[in-house]
């Protein structure tokens, strides 16, 4: 099975590249963010003739998430994060597909800061490592997957110089990261590279793609469920190499199912 996650930054815009990835690397779950539309502007048909159901969130001009599932209705849990009900952006949803719990995030990218955009990204950090502890205690497999809008580490950006005032790098967002890495969870690239430089996004200025002045901000995070049945875990490129491509580049995992830890049972309550 191969799960994968993709800041699209446009579905409408790079609805070519999408369907070029989906058709060349052939997903089985692929988690999108960034897709800039509202729910009615979303390509559905076209994705359904490409082999795959959806379910998505969108928003006008950012934001907006989707599950995309090959073959197999994926079974909606939760269109937002909990623990703000007047939170209005389109950062959050959650299914079930084949067994797995499949949580597709997209965290507040948080500048400029010190300001509200930033304390923004860490209340929603917050919200997370609490929703997170629930999914990864509840003994179902889970995977999150998407973009974090977080460098974990030096290690996971080509120079950390020129970017220490970044939100992204910032000791919070960091400590906030390790936090939930901390509930048990398991980075897949990183565990399964954990001596290379690996990127998943390189923008768009001073030729960052071209010279691989990329950054790590992608993440697939598995509970102690599934991470026995993680085999592979990489970045496809390629896509990012496109015309007019995303500043980000898919990122999977692919899992040996014979490997998943049984679910834990609840105890029956006493009698």
């Known amino acids: 099975m191969k799960i994968a996650t993709f800041n699209v930054n446009g579905i409408k815009t790079r609805l070519d590249h999408l369907l070029a990835w989906l058709e060349r690397e052939q997903p089985d779950v692929a988690c999108l963010q960034e897709l800039k539309a509202l729910d009615g502007s979303f390509p559905a048909r076209e994705l359904r003739e490409a082999g795959y159901h959806a379910l998505w969130k969108g928003q006008r001009s950012w934001n907006g998430v989707a599950i995309l ?39 507040p ?6 300001g509200p955009k930033f304390d923004y990204k860490l209340a929603w ?17 889970v995977v999150m997957a998407g973009d974090y809008n977080v460098v974990p580490t030096d290690a996971d950006i080509y120079n950390p110089r020129s970017w220490r005032k970044d939100a992204l790098l ?7 990261y390790a936090r939930l890495l901390a509930q048990g969870w398991t980075d897949a690239l990183r565990h399964l590279n954990p001596d290379e430089a690996v990127f998943t996004f390189w923008d768009y200025f001073r030729q960052h793609w ?8 992608d993440h697939l ?27 980000h580049a898919p990122t999977w995992i692919t899992l040996d199912r014979k490997k998943l830890l049984p679910a834990k049972k609840k105890k029956r309550a006493a009698a």
Request: glycine share 8%.
């Open 210 to 217: 071209q010279r691989n002045a990329g950054l790590r901000i």
């Open 221 to 247: 995070l598995l509970n102690v469920t599934l991470a026995p049945a993680l085999r592979e875990a990489g970045v496809d490129t390629w896509v990012r190499g496109l015309e007019k491509a995303s500043d």
């Open 109 to 114: 990218n948080g500048n400029p800061q010190p």
């Open 69 to 107: 599932s090959r073959g197999v209705e994926p079974v909606e849990i939760r269109r937002e994060l909990p623990g703000d009900p007047g939170d209005e952006h389109s950062r959050y949803l959650e299914a079930a597909i084949d067994g797995i719990v499949v949580a597709c995030l997209y965290l």
């Open 125 to 141: 950090f917050e919200r997370l490592i609490a929703h997170a502890k629930t999914l990864h205690d509840s003994g179902h497999p």
């Open 170 to 176: 910032q000791p919070e967002s960091r400590e906030a």
